[in-house]
T-cell receptor, first 113, second 109 residues
Framework: DAGVIQSPRHEVTEMGQEVTLRCKPISGHNSLFWYRQTMMRGLELLIYFNNNVPIDDSGMPEDRFSAKMPNASFSTLKIQPSEPRDSAVYFC???????????FGQGTRLTVV | GIQVEQSPPDLILQEGANSTLRCNFSDSVNNLQWFHQNPWGQLINLFYIPSGTKQNGRLSATTVATERYSLLYISSSQTTDSGVYFCAVGGGSNYKLTFGKGTLLTVNP
């Protein structure tokens, strides 16, 4: 298996632009998580899905952030409009089920200028 | 939510030395993982260990769930072991993983 696949690996965008991050979980995994990593806050959970349904989005910082999982093999995290403080590394992770081992993608490094 | 504390925050070793990293957590857990974040930013799975002891080569881990801590042992350290080691836990009906702040390990040749 290729593991969790995220795209793009790097994204540089101007403030105010829309940004879409993509994630393909490991085939057969039922749960998908979006995390954000910053120096100040470390690794924090933004949202997670189980069987394509959002379960907990309490970590989504504000309405500018939205996430979807239209099917078992694809999820997106969208920021609109983007701001410089959104600059971070965004990770996607998937697990075979709840409370099982999580596997992370390589992350998307987002820079908003 | 669950609090996770890792110690030490920083550790500098000479190649060949052994080390122990600690993870304390504030509540019962049914999920605990150790990760290594390499200098390229990748999060690499080391152990899935909500309880008990596991070994993988020079690395081993022990979780004592009743006492709410986990230990990661690195023996005969190598320069490639450098990076940040994270402990992440999950518990109860909350299925998310909460990460500690990590231990930054530097192994010098």
């Amino acid at each position: 298996d290729a593991g969790v696949i995220q795209s793009p690996r790097h994204e540089v965008t101007e403030m105010g632009q829309e940004v879409t991050l993509r994630c393909k979980p490991i085939s057969g995994h039922n749960s998908l998580f979006w995390y954000r990593q910053t120096m100040m806050r470390g690794l924090e959970l933004l949202i997670y899905f189980n069987n394509n349904v959002p379960i907990d989005d309490s970590g989504m910082p504000e309405d500018r952030f939205s996430a979807k999982m239209p099917n078992a093999s694809f999820s997106t995290l969208k920021i609109q409009p983007s701001e410089p403080r959104d600059s971070a590394v965004y990770f996607c992770a998937s697990t075979p089920g709840l409370n099982t081992e999580a596997f992370f993608g390589q992350g998307t490094r987002l820079t908003v200028v | 939510g669950i609090q996770v504390e890792q110690s030490p925050p920083d550790l500098i070793l000479q190649e060949g030395a052994n080390s122990t990293l600690r993870c304390n957590f504030s509540d019962s857990v049914n999920n605990l993982q150790w990760f290594h974040q390499n200098p390229w930013g990748q999060l690499i799975n080391l152990f899935y260990i909500p309880s008990g002891t596991k070994q993988n080569g020079r690395l081993s881990a022990t979780t004592v769930a009743t006492e709410r801590y986990s230990l990661l042992y690195i023996s005969s350290s190598q320069t490639t072991d450098s990076g940040v080691y994270f402990c992440a836990v999950g518990g109860g009906s909350n299925y998310k993983l909460t990460f500690g702040k990590g231990t930054l390990l530097t192994v010098n040749p």
